[in-house]
């Protein structure tokens, strides 16, 4: 798993349209990168959709403008032919191994 963070276009799910936000790669198969949005938005979210994100205590050295969160509750899988991915930086060791332990690859 990779740690780099992009800027890429997520389409909405629920309605039509989308935004430019930043995103965790994953990893890529011969059609699609395959990546967790990130977040900024927490508070608002209920109990169990919160169980779901992972905060990045290190948001500032992984180069994104405000505390945010990667939002697990499902990967997303962009067009590689559609996307432009734009660099900001990556995940701290720290911030990684809280992910690796969230997603059970790591005890």
């Known amino acids: 798993m990779a ?56 948001w500032q050295q992984a180069g994104l403008p405000k505390p945010s969160w990667i939002d697990m509750v499902k990967t997303y899988q962009l067009p590689i032919q559609q996307t432009k991915l734009t660099y900001i930086g990556q995940l701290s060791d720290a911030d990684m191994t809280a992910l690796m332990k969230k997603l059970s690859i790591l005890p």
Do not use: C, H, M
Not at 8 to 35: C, H, M, N, W
Not at 38 to 50: D, G, H, V, W
């Open 3 to 58: 740690k780099q963070i992009f800027w890429a276009y997520v389409s909405f799910i629920e309605v039509s349209g989308g935004k430019t936000r930043p995103v965790l790669y994953i990893r890529q198969t011969e059609t699609d990168y395959v990546v967790f949005r990130l977040t900024s938005q927490y508070a608002n979210k209920s109990a169990f959709i919160q169980s779901k994100y992972i905060e990045i205590t290190d």
